[in-house]
């Protein structure tokens, strides 16, 4: 199993460019989570999706866009960059449907810078 | 709202030294509460979580957290740090209703040779 997967590691963008990143878990999870992670506060969660087909706004959804592609894979898009995207895109996933007491398995991780 | 605060951006100890990483939290109802420790360019790993029961949780690498709910705290321990727990790690909670995990700023953890 290579668990939760994304790519790609490393993007820089310029202002108003658009990119979507990809995630996939091979753990058949019913949940899919995207969060970003800024020092100093924690992970906040962008979008998430209960089971494939369903996708619902977390924290801090604005200039982003989520597709639940199927049950392995749920992408983020930014639309139109801007600076303070810039951060570090962490996908996760669940075997439940809701965010009961199951523990959330991450991928490594996508640093994006804006410019 | 929920909300997670770990007080100490950075706790730095010897090794062999006793680790204590603080966190308080603020939830309605009844808790449910993560530790996660992240390594250098990797992505999150669970150490341990508290769901109900035994208010002593024992998890991953030898670390063990204390739940305490007139305090509202979680704090993680370890009795002897290694060089290798050098890591940033993270609490987290969500309420018993709730579907969000909420996280907190996060520790830096120094372990010195």
């Known amino acids: 199993n290579a668990g939760v997967t994304q790519t790609p590691k490393f993007q820089v963008l310029k202002t108003g460019q658009s990119m979507t990143l990809q995630c996939a878990q091979d753990?058949?999870?019913?949940?899919m989570y995207w969060y970003r992670q800024d020092p100093g506060m924690g992970l906040r969660l962008i979008y998430y999706s209960a089971s494939e087909g369903t996708t619902d706004k977390g924290e801090v959804p604005n200039g982003y866009n989520v597709s639940r592609l199927n049950k392995r894979e749920f992408s983020l898009r930014l639309e139109s960059a801007a600076p303070s995207q810039t951060s570090v895109y962490f996908c996760?996933?669940?075997?439940?449907?809701?965010?009961?007491?199951?523990?959330?398995?991450f991928g490594p991780g996508t640093r994006l810078t804006v410019l | 709202a929920q909300s997670v605060a770990q007080p100490e951006d950075q706790v730095n100890v010897a090794e062999g030294n006793p680790l204590t990483v603080k966190c308080t939290y603020s939830?309605?109802?009844?808790?449910?509460l993560f530790w996660y420790v992240q390594y250098p360019n990797r992505g999150l790993q669970f150490l341990l979580k508290y769901i109900t029961g035994d208010n002593l949780v024992k998890g991953s690498y030898g670390f063990e957290a204390e739940f305490n709910k007139s305090q509202t705290s979680f704090h993680l321990k370890k009795p002897s740090a290694l060089v290798s727990d050098s890591a940033l790690y993270f609490c987290a909670v969500r309420g018993f209703a709730g579907n969000k995990l909420t996280f907190g700023g996060g520790t830096r953890v120094l372990v010195k040779p």
């Open positions: 753990m058949n999870h019913n949940s």
């Open positions: 939830v309605s109802g009844n808790p449910y």
């Open positions: 996760a996933s669940i075997p439940g449907k809701y965010l009961t007491t199951d523990t959330q398995y």
